[in-house]
T-cell receptor, first 117, second 117 residues
Framework: GESVGLHLPTLSVQEGDNSIINCAYS??????FIWYKQESGKGPQFIID?????DKRQGQRVTVLLNKTVKHLSLQIAATQPGDSAVYFC????????????????FGQGTILTVHP | EPEVTQTPSHQVTQMGQEVILRCVPI?????FYWYRQILGQKVEFLVS????????KSEIFDDQFSVERPDGSNFTLKIRSTKLEDSAMYFC???????????????FGPGTRLTVT
């Protein structure tokens, strides 16, 4: 069935290091991918997204890479800070049957990122 | 910055009781969603809602669940007869009309923690 999964459930890094969080997806129809950050007691917060017609997208300190050949997604965080400590989820979706909207997000299990000062 | 709000933040109820979780989506958004997250697990899609009707629902969203947009601002999730396994964080999300935007971000609320005893 459809699934989005993560290779590494936990990641510990030192402040200032770069972090890489990985995600595998299995639905070939997925054409839009998002990374969310979830801090304790809060809802998922959008970080960055990428459409399937791209293989790389950069934001402020974050980069998302998409490899459609192996159905792999990664989030790179540059110069990781203690405030980056959170659970990171990848999510995927696809354009609906009507072709005009995106529907449900399918989330992965999440990776716990801990940044040590 | 506009945000999705949810009330209450925590709801405790007895098994078999009805609960209504409330959400106020971002005002110019047209698509609305409910997700849930059982403690320690991934976020799971429940239902999406557009143009005053359900667009898509998951297997979790059985006859015990219903959604409603009773007025121009609120979006509610009702569970008619709660079960112990309904205990989870329930997140509401909303997104804009996706036809004219490159990004299809779903904005999440802070969640309602439902505890069924």
């Amino acid at each position: 069935g459809e699934s989005v999964g993560l290779h590494l459930p936990t990641l510990s890094v030192q402040e200032g290091d770069n972090s890489i969080i990985n995600c595998a997806y299995s639905n070939s129809a997925s054409d839009y991918f998002i990374w969310y950050k979830q801090e304790s007691g809060k809802g998922p917060q959008f970080i960055i997204d990428i459409r399937s017609n791209m293989d790389k997208r950069q934001g402020q300190r974050v980069t998302v890479l998409l490899n459609k050949t192996v159905k792999h997604l990664s989030l790179q965080i540059a110069a990781t800070q203690p405030g980056d400590s959170a659970v990171y989820f990848c999510a995927e979706t696809y354009r609906g049957a009507g072709g005009t909207s995106y529907g449900k997000l399918t989330f992965g299990q999440g990776t716990i990122l801990t940044v040590h000062p | 910055e506009p945000e999705v709000t949810q009330t209450p933040s925590h709801q405790v109820t007895q098994m078999g009781q009805e609960v209504i979780l409330r959400c106020v989506p971002i005002s110019n958004h047209l698509y609305f969603y409910w997700y849930r997250q059982i403690l320690g697990q991934k976020v799971e899609f429940l239902v999406s809602f557009y143009n005053n009707e359900i667009s898509e629902k998951s297997e979790i969203f059985d006859d015990q669940f219903s959604v409603e947009r009773p007025d121009g601002s609120n979006f509610t999730l009702k569970i008619r007869s709660t079960k112990l396994e309904d205990s989870a964080m329930y997140f509401c999300a909303s997104s804009q009309d996706t036809q004219s935007r490159i990004s299809y971000e779903q904005y999440f609320g802070p969640g309602t923690r439902l505890t069924v005893t």
